[in-house]
């Protein structure tokens, strides 16, 4: 049997990097033509949006442990590669995500109450998809990779030039839905984006226990190029995000990008992480925070950190405090908001079920009421 062609993946023995851990900045002579817009502006940018992220991340995860919220799903270490994503592609680009997105959806308009609704309870969805150009939260591990591609597949049929993104971690690679939606974006040439973020785990699952090779390999037996980047390195996602989108754009067809990262919280707050994994290891990924990195380099090029810092501090405090208010203003929805936007137009059995459950709902209902 011959082994998946490694010729198709850039990154294979070390991910690509521009950013080193201490903020240097490095040569990479496929990334760095990518990266001519970048200044003092694109950088400090960046850091603020990776800042209010996290602290999007920290207020939600209080807000769940008081009680607020059901669940809440942790992004924090992983701020690079969902930025570094969605300040490369286009507003009309569609992103179809997974449950941990919440960078992506802050880059879209998604605001406070909308992030946070699906979490608390009070909705089945979150936002509307077609006016943020995002799916609300995917649960079901790789699903949205066949979305993905099918609305690709869709684009290519109308015409259009926007393009779709897959959103999903390491351990969707091992579902059959994620393989199923690299079979059919290969095969009709859809322009499509795979954007893993190797996280380190499935859950309690370490990625070395899942693949035995790195999952930037996977897609090279549907004959789709990968490219593995260090995903705590906010200008190299950037770079590998331009590259993916222009080849698709252009009729290159589908590109599976690995952004190598980590999960520093949980899976979910209902989820205890210190069962499987240990202290040296968060350390061993703490130093190499992609907001840390992306604030020495600032702080190397004379930049005015302290005043950058302070525009963060000031935006954060204030995004917390909406997170906070929206809380407030979110109550259960009433009961037959349950058949709606269930499907694109309603037919004889879902009025049906509608009925019933209104029969129902009065026959609960106090006499006299």
Same mark, same amino acid.
């Given at each position: #049997? ?25 040569? &990479? ?26 602290? *999007? ?7 769940? $442990? ?16 969902? *930025? ?5 592609? &286009? ?23 909308? #992030? ?15 006016? $943020?150009?995002?799916?609300?939260? %995917? ?25 779709? *993104? ?8 091992? %579902? ?21 973020? &190797? ?14 090779? /790195? ?16 995903? &705590? ?81 000031? $935006? ?13 203003? #979110?109550?259960? /929805? ?36």
């Amino acid at each position: #049997m011959s082994p998946p062609d490694s010729s198709l993946v850039e990154g294979l023995k070390e991910p690509l990097q521009v950013l080193a851990p201490d903020g240097t900045r490095t040569a &990479n002579e496929l990334l760095d033509p990518h990266l001519g817009d970048i200044d003092e502006t694109v950088l400090t940018d960046l850091f603020i949006d990776m800042s209010i992220v996290r602290r *999007i991340d920290t207020e939600a995860v209080a807000l769940q $442990r008081q009680g607020e919220l059901g669940l809440w799903p942790p992004l924090l270490g992983q701020e690079g590669a969902q *930025i570094g994503l969605a300040r490369a592609i &286009n507003d009309d680009d569609f992103i179809f995500s997974s449950y941990r997105e919440q960078a992506l959806a802050w880059c879209r308009g998604v605001e406070p109450a909308e #992030m946070l609704s699906v979490w608390r309870g009070t909705t089945f969805s979150g936002w509307d998809p077609h006016r $943020r150009h995002m799916t609300t939260p %995917q649960i079901i591990i790789g699903a949205q990779a066949l979305h993905a591609a099918g609305y690709a597949m869709a684009i290519t049929g109308a015409g259009g030039s926007e393009i779709a *993104i897959a959103c999903f971690g390491d351990g969707a690679t091992s %579902q059959g839905d994620l393989n199923e939606g690299l079979v059919f974006a290969s095969a009709f040439n859809a322009p499509v984006v795979f954007f893993c973020q &190797n996280n380190q785990y499935a859950i309690s699952e370490p990625v070395a226990v899942q693949s035995r090779v /790195p999952l930037a390999l996977r897609p090279t037996g549907f004959g789709i190029p990968s490219l593995r980047v260090d995903g &705590n390195d906010v200008l190299a996602v950037r770079a590998a995000t331009r590259i993916a989108a222009d080849r698709a754009r252009s009729g290159g067809g589908p590109t599976f990008i690995e952004a190598v990262t980590y999960r520093m919280g949980p899976h979910t707050t209902s989820d205890d992480p210190t069962r499987y994994r240990d202290q040296a290891e968060l350390e061993h990924w703490a130093a190499r925070c992609p907001i840390a990195r992306v604030e020495s380099h600032l702080e190397s090029t004379g930049a005015p950190i302290e005043s950058i810092r302070a525009e963060a501090r000031i $935006r954060s405090d204030a995004v917390a405090k909406d997170l906070r208010a929206a809380i407030t203003t #979110m109550t259960p /929805p009433p009961a037959h908001t349950l058949f709606e936007q269930v499907y694109a137009s309603e037919h004889a059995p879902l009025r049906r079920q509608r009925r019933e459950a209104e029969l129902l709902e009065a026959s609960l209902a106090p006499e006299g009421s």
